[in-house]
């Protein structure tokens, strides 16, 4: 699951229209209400890339294999108070809910905690598994690439950082 910088601005949309439809929340500018929920995604952006940033580094500082680059990430993120991986999902919706409750840009919410979840949970789910469907294609580009090799891991990465550009995703 990853979150793309440019699916916050739609996503950011989306949730707001899902709820304001829904009368689970009432404000007078759905554009702030949008915003407030953009810099919840923008904040943790900036968390998830600092933390990856020094898990890099602390790999090659230490010189630790690339396969506790996870590990360490995930242990860097919990430092600066975001999860990643399986648990990023709830944490985003942790932080939506208490925006909503906490901005001065919506009025009212009437939904429950968990009646919020639930609307929101497909809709960013769906934009955080944009990733495994990425996966899979350029997996079905590389086929004839032996997975596991250096070759495979540049070919992997530029093949990946072409789609998303193309997909408008970075």
């Known amino acids: 699951m990853r979150l793309f910088s440019g699916k916050v601005v739609p996503l950011s949309e989306e949730l707001i229209k899902a709820l304001m439809d829904n ?8 554009e ?3 915003l407030d929920l953009q810099a919840v995604f923008n904040s ?16 090659q500082s230490r010189g630790l294999p690339q396969g506790e680059f996870s590990r360490i990430r995930r ?26 409750l906490h901005s001065s840009n919506i009025e009212e919410v009437f939904g429950e905690d968990h009646d919020l979840r639930r609307r929101m949970r497909p809709i960013l789910r769906k934009y955080l598994e ?3 469907t990425l996966d899979a294609e350029v997996r079905s580009k590389l086929r004839h690439v032996q997975e596991g090799t250096r070759t495979w891991e540049v070919e992997y990465r530029r093949v990946m950082d072409d789609i998303q550009r193309r997909k408008g995703l970075v």
């Open 75 to 100: 242990m860097l993120a919990e430092q600066k108070g975001i999860k990643v991986g399986e648990d990023m999902l709830d944490h985003l919706l942790d932080q939506l809910i208490e925006m909503l």
């Open 32 to 34: 702030e209400a949008t």
């Open 130 to 132: 944009i990733d495994d």
């Open 44 to 59: 943790f952006l900036q968390s998830e890339r600092e933390a990856t940033e020094k898990a890099k580094e602390v790999l």
């Open 23 to 30: 009368k689970d929340i009432e404000c007078d500018s759905r």
